[in-house]
């Protein structure tokens, strides 16, 4: 008996996970402005904004702070400089969560709500935002929270397949969960720091890049 509690003591351990909230503004507006996006780029109706979750996008905010990150998220209209992807639709970019450079976990928004993070797969994707990645790079502790953010959405949604950079996602193009229909409808990235993407990739063998 003594042994059993240790073990079971070790995966309540292993599987502990401390997210801060950190809401953006998500009112009926942003609501209406995500099912218009849905209708508009993805060809689909929906009632609700709800996703199933299969895919997992890691990118980096190119912002060195967590406040001008958040504020450029945090709004429901996307901002007038953003003139390409405007045509896309009004509606902001977000992701479900923040890492700061020190780790700290941030959720902005009901990791099933729909976020406007990556083009094309969007309504099957929960998006992970980590803070700097410009003149700062990302940090020891971001990859260890990206980690256990990564396991704890893999563990909680069982659909998830698929665990990417930013940077990967053409590769998508011709694949079922690709939706965007505008074929001219692209933006190059590069984010995160391809070391950095392939370490955490490295402690989950089960999920797929392609």
Do not use: C, W
């Amino acid at each position: 008996m003594k042994n059993i509690l240790i073990i079971i003591s070790f995966v309540l351990t292993l599987n502990a996970i401390e997210i801060k909230q950190l809401p953006l503004d998500f009112g009926e507006t942003r609501v209406e402005l995500t099912r218009q996006y849905i209708k508009n780029s993805y060809g689909i109706e929906v009632l609700d904004i709800n996703i199933i979750p299969k895919i997992i996008v890691i990118h980096h905010t190119a912002m060195d702070d967590l406040k001008e990150s958040y504020e450029r998220f945090k709004p429901e209209i996307l901002t007038s400089d953003r003139k390409y992807i405007k045509k896309a639709g009004n509606l902001n970019v977000s992701a479900q969560f923040l890492v700061d450079f020190d780790g700290t976990i941030y959720s902005t928004m009901p990791e099933t709500y729909m976020a406007r993070h990556v083009i094309g797969l969007n309504l099957s994707s929960i998006g992970i935002e980590n803070i700097g990645g410009n003149k700062k790079p990302l940090t020891k502790a971001q990859l260890e929270s990206n980690i256990k953010l990564v396991r704890y959405l893999k563990e909680k949604y069982k659909t998830i397949e698929y665990l990417i950079g930013h940077y990967e996602y053409t590769k998508f193009e011709n694949h079922p969960l690709f939706l965007e229909k505008d074929k001219n409808y692209r933006t190059i990235k590069h984010d995160p720091d391809e070391n950095f993407m392939e370490s955490l990739r490295a402690n989950f063998p089960d999920l797929k890049s392609f």
